[in-house]
């Protein structure tokens, strides 16, 4: 597996994970139909919609909050 798909599979970085995976398994099971998995698909852009806005709300206080761990922001002279 690559890094790059190893990091998407990583709920630290991808806490979408479960609505991804879901949404995968739906299109698969109903041979593509993208009618058929709407309530999935959004259940992912809320997900997501969600995510992006909390990290945008903590960028701005010079933190961010991952998920489960807690990155400070470090300026010289702070």
């Known amino acids: 597996m690559s890094r790059n798909v190893q990091r998407l599979r990583d709920h630290d970085t ?3 994970l ?3 995976d879901a949404s995968r398994q739906c299109m698969d099971d109903n041979n ?3 009618d058929m998995c709407a309530s999935y698909f ?7 919609k969600f995510w992006v806005s909390r990290l ?3 960028s701005q206080s010079n933190r961010i909050f991952l998920f489960n ?3 400070h922001w470090l300026y010289p002279g702070n």
């Open 56 to 58: 945008e709300q903590n």
């Open 18 to 20: 479960a609505e991804t």
């Open 69 to 71: 761990k807690t990155v």
């Open 42 to 48: 959004l259940k992912y852009k809320n997900c997501r």
């Open 14 to 16: 991808n806490p979408c």
């Open 32 to 34: 593509y139909r993208k």
